[in-house]
């Protein structure tokens, strides 16, 4: 492999590539959500955006390491769950227990995931 290769690979997952992979895992957590109630409609990119919008704070505070699961992984997670919950709760948009803990759940399993699946593969690469 050239020296440039490799310091690409050591690099990681690019900034905005992982801020997408982190709008995706949200945009997943929303449109299951719906399905478990009854089915995905327009609704889904409501519930969603708090999280959006959060998800992309938490990527304006992680500037390092924010493609590795620790720390800044879950640092952009808890971020994300806190900050959406959050933004739910001043808009009466509902944070039932059961929800807050699914939601913490969920975005941490799919946020955290794409995360080890990527460091598994920079670990093999």
Partial sequence: MTAPAEAERRAGVRPAVAAALDAASILAFAVVGQVS????DADVLLVAAPFLAA?????????????RVWPGGVAVWLVTWAGGMAVRALLN???AGAFVLVGLGALGVLMLG?????GLARRRG
Avoid: E, I, K
Avoid at 37 to 40: A, N, Q, S
Avoid at 60 to 66: A, D, E, I, K, S
């Fill in 37 to 40: 109630h009854g089915g995905v």
């Fill in 55 to 67: 998800g992309a704070l938490g990527h304006l505070l992680v500037r390092r390491r924010r493609d």
């Fill in 93 to 95: 948009d509902g944070v």
């Fill in 114 to 118: 794409w995360r080890a699946v990527a």
